[in-house]
T-cell receptor, first 112, second 115 residues
Framework: RKEVEQDPGPFNVPEGATVAFNCTYS??????FFWYRQDCRKEPKLLMS???SGNEDGRFTAQLNRASQYISLLIRDSKLSDSATYLC?????????????FGSGTRLLVRP | DAMVIQNPRYQVTQFGKPVTLSCSQT?????MYWYQQKSSQAPKLLFH???????NEADTPDNFQSRRPNTSFCFLDIRSPGLGDAAMYLC??????????????FGPGTRLTVL
């Protein structure tokens, strides 16, 4: 089983649609969780951290379910500019220190 | 203002010819990371420094080395690049590790081509 698993997509949605991505992780000791956004041939950028109680930032809502070990990202009212790859990222306790483990990403295409 | 700077942005080298990639940061962060990312794949952590403490990932080939002469700079040395080392190399920094606020800030990356 992969450490962090995501549906690669692509998700092809019209402008204004609501789209949701899920991500599962295998290490129950993981402490912190993030969603990063990566545009084509660019570096990943933090979209939002994921808090235990869930959190919202404008059109974006992140949820964490520790019991089932999954994280979700909901995007409402999709914009063309939301087209990107969304990386699920989990902070992972390795042999001697924490490190971030990245999922392979879910690609989103928002069409006019 | 750029916070994590990588040079060069594009590097072309020949098979077996050593190459050094550079990263600098203005955030005064304790931790600096090097990732390798190939097309349509997740970034893969190669190693990181917590201050001067070097942490190598178990599956990072010996061909990859790193130096951190001071807080601001970190270098990735590829001693004998192979065709399979062609990738985007991302440098990142964070203030600490393990916490929800210890988010990583990435540089723009160096795209390495091996001929």
């Amino acid at each position: 089983r992969k450490e962090v698993e995501q549906d690669p997509g692509p998700f092809n949605v019209p402008e204004g649609a609501t789209v949701a991505f899920n991500c599962t992780y295998s290490n129950s000791a993981s402490q912190s969780f993030f969603w990063y956004r990566q545009d084509c041939r660019k570096e990943p950028k933090l979209l939002m951290s994921v808090y235990s109680s869930g959190n919202e930032d404008g059109r974006f809502t992140a949820q964490l379910n520790r019991a089932s070990q999954y994280i979700s990202l909901l995007i409402r009212d999709s914009k063309l500019s939301d087209s990107a790859t969304y990386l699920c990222v989990v902070n992972w306790l390795g042999d001697s220190s924490y490190k971030l483990i990245f999922g392979s990403g879910t690609r989103l295409l928002v069409r006019p | 203002d750029a916070m994590v700077i990588q040079n060069p942005r594009y590097q072309v080298t020949q098979f077996g010819k050593p190459v050094t990639l550079s990263c600098s940061q203005t955030l005064n962060h304790n931790v600096m990371y090097w990732y390798q990312q190939k097309s349509s794949q997740a970034p893969k952590l190669l190693f990181h420094y917590y201050d001067k403490d070097f942490n190598n990932e178990a599956d990072t080939p010996d061909n990859f080395q790193s130096r951190r002469p001071n807080t601001s700079f970190c270098f990735l040395d590829i001693r004998s690049p192979g065709l399979g080392d062609a990738a985007m190399y991302l440098c990142a920094t964070s203030s600490g590790v393990g916490g929800l606020t210890d988010t990583q800030y990435f540089g723009p990356g160096t795209r390495l081509t091996v001929l």
